[in-house]
């Protein structure tokens, strides 16, 4: 049927249908107005049809990327003149699935392969008419969907406007009380920078703000924001830097719970992902895709001919930033902006790209209709509630934070949504429901720095966490702790900030003495589990850390507290280190207890 269908085609050499194997006839969709898809196991992907040009191209895409990817087999969609979408399948599990989007070169044609698109049209400028465009047809794609293909995305009819926005109307830009008004409005994501270069507004400026800014006076991100929010006919646009009062504590705690809901309602979030500051502008010329994030490979036509295809890997939420290396994707509060928005036009240094919870989207045409993106996954939250928990920590967690009592404020929103899903409370970043793998974390690195939240959370160190997310499928039947007491309450109405000081947890679950050493844990990262009769909890639980089950990653430096004598001998009990106070080599051997929290045989003498 693909022959034949292609020798019909204008300005294209036949091909035999002997040259291209049946399986891979549903490349090349009949018509410009249906798409295909096929599921390629990994066998054949490994043993390519002799003589096929789609099989073999194939084949080498695997062999070039098999290295950074696990892969049971490839599922090929293609759309008539846009790039093809590979997605190798994950052995684990799908969420891990890698992305690559496969096209020709500019201005070159396949004969054996007339449908394959090209990379697009180049957009020179990112505040061009035609980025314009891109971002309209995206817009009205999503918002006027009638059929299914964006039902994630669709949100009430008369959404309430923030309790602050600015008008952007009229020739100068007015923050105005919107008094429980509805309409739409853009929300901007951006990073302030330094203090000085960040417009606020204040209790002593409110009013000024109120009857009105000259554009020209706004820091150009800003500037920028608003030329966007009026080219695109929305009246609103909300910064929370101008419509959340500064230093007003008051106005702070009543706002901030609230970002969440004001981004996910916002029609459009607009992420200034390349500036560093709110001084630089975002709508610039934009740079070409980066040469290391493209490779070309060979392929033989029908009738001999060696042409050249492109495949370009996908930024993805589980390995490449969506955005990759822009300063947007470092700060922590921006992440929970990122999650929460319905809709997102990503702004970088080489693209525009758009992310709501259905799709992506890319200059070239490509639509991924799949698990990449922070908003995509967020709002599939409820098919494995506490996978995607414990992933967006994990990617969370990375970021920076200017202020370390925000850790658990900048994620809070994400809680509160969290806890519609998950029965039980909210113990300062630890879900009482999956207390055996939430307690199960640990960190990329020693922390030289601790904040004084309770050493139980994650939010308790700065730097990035990791938990076991095999443990997810069954973390229920894998538990073998028991909550016994909680005092654990916010400081503030909001259950989802920051908690009071000197929070605990009463726990009861079976332990195990093991002997650790370390010369320089600091640096080297790591304590050594010296071989014990009673190692069997340490193999259980930390074999998935480290590929071994003779070290331990610490979330901070132990130190030498007291001497401690018991049943089995005298030793030296331990503490963790406080804020800072490590700076240099520290050594220490000592017994230690670990907790069991779950996992594997208890062996009967640490059963009641």
């Known amino acids: 049927m693909a022959s034949k269908f292609l020798s019909r085609l204008p300005g294209h050499l036949s091909t035999r249908s002997s040259d291209i194997c049946p399986n891979c006839k549903s490349l090349i969709p009949e018509s410009s107005e249906s798409a295909t898809r096929i599921d390629i196991p990994l066998s054949k992907i490994q043993k390519p049809h002799g003589g096929c040009p789609h099989c073999t191209l194939l084949h080498a895409v695997y062999n070039h990327y098999r290295i950074s990817i696990r892969c049971t087999g490839i599922i090929v969609d293609c ?43 180049s957009l020179d400028h990112l505040g061009s008419e035609p980025s314009l465009k891109f971002l309209r047809d995206r817009m009205d794609e999503c918002l006027g969907a009638c059929d299914d293909s964006h039902v994630l995305c669709k949100q009430a009819v008369n959404k309430p406007l923030p309790k602050r926005v600015l008008d952007v109307r009229e020739e100068k830009v007015r923050l105005c009380q919107t008094d429980g008004q509805s309409g739409d409005y853009c929300a901007l994501s951006y990073r302030w920078g330094p203090p000085e270069e960040t417009l606020r507004t204040t209790d002593s400026n409110i009013n000024d703000m109120m009857s009105g800014i000259e554009l020209p006076s706004l820091p150009k991100l800003l500037q920028d924001a608003v030329a966007l929010t009026r080219q695109l006919n929305v009246t609103y646009l909300w910064i929370d830097a101008l419509c959340i009062i500064q230093g007003n504590k008051q106005d702070w705690e009543a706002e901030a719970p609230k970002m969440g809901k004001y981004y996910k309602n916002a029609i459009l979030t607009i992420a200034a992902s390349l500036a560093n500051q709110v ?28 042409s050249q295809v492109v495949v370009r890997r996908v930024p993805d939420y589980a390995g490449i930033p969506l955005v990759a290396n822009s300063p947007l994707s470092t700060r922590a509060w921006t992440w929970q902006e990122n999650v929460l928005s319905t809709r997102i036009a990503h702004f970088s240094r080489t693209e525009l790209v758009w992310e709501c919870r259905s799709q992506q989207a890319f200059e070239n045409g490509a639509k991924l209709w799949c698990s990449v993106g922070l908003a995509y996954r967020y709002a599939r939250a409820g098919d494995d509630v506490e996978y995607y928990w414990k992933a967006l920590v ?79 499928v069954n973390s229920d039947k894998l538990s073998a702790i028991k909550l016994i007491d909680v005092d654990c309450a916010s400081t503030s109405s909001n259950a989802f900030m920051q908690p009071k000081e000197n929070s605990s947890i009463i726990v009861e679950a079976p332990i195990c003495q093991v002997e650790i050493s370390s010369e320089d844990v600091l640096h080297v990262g790591d304590y050594q589990i010296n071989e014990k009769a009673d190692t069997w909890a340490v193999k259980n639980i930390f074999k998935d850390m480290r590929g071994a089950f003779n070290t331990v990653r610490p979330d901070a430096v132990l130190l030498p507290d007291d001497e401690v004598t018991t049943k089995q001998g ?35 003498c640490l059963t009641k």
Request: charged letters at 20%; proline letters at 6%; glycine letters at 6%.
């Open 79 to 121: 759309t008539w003149d846009k790039p093809v979408v590979l997605k190798f399948k994950d052995t684990l599990n799908d969420h891990f699935a890698s992305w690559h989007l496969l096209y020709k070169p500019r201005g070159t044609d396949i004969s054996s392969w007339p449908s394959l698109g090209g990379p697009g049209e």
């Open 279 to 306: 001084s630089e502008s975002f709508l610039v010329p934009r740079e070409k895709i980066p040469q290391e994030r493209l490779s070309s490979f060979n392929f033989t036509d029908s009738d001999g001919t060696i």
């Open 394 to 472: 994990t990617d969370y967690s990375k970021r920076e934070l200017t202020y370390e009592s925000d850790r658990l404020p900048a994620i809070s929103s994400v809680a509160a949504y969290f806890s519609t899903l998950v029965p039980g409370r909210y113990l300062a970043g630890v879900w009482e429901q999956w207390l055996f793998s939430d307690l199960a974390w640990w960190p990329s690195w020693v922390s030289k720095k601790r904040s004084e939240m309770p050493s139980w959370s994650w939010a308790s160190i700065t730097g990035q966490v990791h938990f076991a997310l095999e443990t997810c």
């Open 570 to 604: 005298t030793f030296t009990s331990v503490r963790r280190s406080r804020k800072d106070e490590v700076t240099s080599p520290t050594s220490l051997k000592t017994i230690v207890f670990c907790l069991h929290l779950g996992g594997g045989d208890i062996p009967s």
